[in-house]
């Protein structure tokens, strides 16, 4: 693997803080049900950071990216927001933090009312950064080049419902959404899972572009260790619901400690190998 990205020298010294957490687990079930999802984790994500969280399927990725958004509540432990205790206690004080903390989820279509049509989706975002209602010109401006950015067509889209979109579709929908709403920090939990190669690279560069432009924090959440390494600052290696590894990027992947990540590494495919299919 060969690092071409972004921070060849990153250093989280000199950076505040924005989430972090403490000893923060989520238990789900009880008796023989019971499933610890995410178990005792430590983190401490910086503003403008590109943080990795790595993991297998099942490694409890979904499950922390939706208790720092605030859509779960840890059974233990606590997530700090700039470094005091966070507070979205309240429906008034929980918007408040949305305005700042916004999320791309795996599943595209969980995420939006099947009853609303896209522009509602749109609209929404700009009423929020507060632009007037009145002003259309202004909305069907911002919203094309909102779609424009992760090259979709506002005019096709227009009265169209989400369920009138193909996957890829509306994760560029949901990217879109970011681009207008151009959020503090930024939780991606598999953002590009059903976008082809080349466009995945392109959104991609769009989020680092993003990033520069407004100091966004992104919290990427990935299985693939291959595109983590190459995007990120820093990583955490997730397994079982533990944080096994963590570190910048360079040291935790170029220098693995955990035997998991070590195994991680070895899954990459590499290109120039012949497949042994026997083993597959
Ligand atoms: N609402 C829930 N109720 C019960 N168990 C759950 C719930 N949500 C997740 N789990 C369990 O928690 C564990 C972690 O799930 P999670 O979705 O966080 O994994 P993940 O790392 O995001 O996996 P993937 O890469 O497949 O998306 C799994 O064993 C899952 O079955
Ligand atoms: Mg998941």
């Known amino acids: 693997m060969t690092k071409t990205g972004n921070n060849e020298i990153y250093s989280t010294e000199e ?37 990795s969280i790595v993991g297998e399927s099942g490694s409890g990725k ?21 470094g005091e205790p966070r507070d979205i206690s309240s429906i008034k004080k929980r918007k408040e933090y949305w305005k700042g903390t916004q999320a791309i989820f795996q599943d595209p279509f969980s995420s939006f009312n099947i009853f609303n049509k896209i522009d509602t989706v749109l609209l929404d975002c700009l009423k929020m950064r507060g632009v007037k209602r009145s002003d259309k010109q202004e909305q069907v401006r911002l919203m094309t080049e909102a779609c424009n950015f992760v090259n979709l067509k506002f005019a096709e889209l227009t009265n169209k419902y989400p369920f009138e979109l193909s996957g890829g579709q509306m994760q560029r929908l949901m990217i879109a959404r970011i681009f207008l709403l151009k959020p503090k920090i930024l939780i991606a939990d598999e953002p590009t899972s059903m976008i082809d190669a080349c466009s995945r690279a392109t959104i991609l560069d769009m989020l680092l572009k993003l990033r520069e432009e407004i100091g966004m924090t992104i919290i990427f959440i990935t299985h693939d260790i291959g595109l983590a390494y190459y995007i990120s600052d820093s990583v955490y290696i997730m397994e079982h619901g533990k944080i096994v590894e963590s570190g910048l990027a360079d040291e935790v992947i170029l220098n693995p400690k955990a035997a998991y990540t070590k195994r991680l590494i070895n899954d990459v495919p590499k290109i120039h190998e012949a497949w042994d299919l026997d083993t597959v």
């Open 15 to 51: 950076k505040a803080l924005c989430l972090s957490g403490k000893g923060v687990t989520k238990v789900f079930g009880s008796g023989d049900k019971k499933c610890i999802a995410v178990n005792n984790v430590n983190f401490k994500f910086h503003e403008g950071e590109f943080v």
């Open 62 to 82: 979904t499950t922390l990216s939706k208790i720092l958004l605030g859509l779960l509540n840890p059974t233990d432990g606590e997530i700090f927001f700039k």
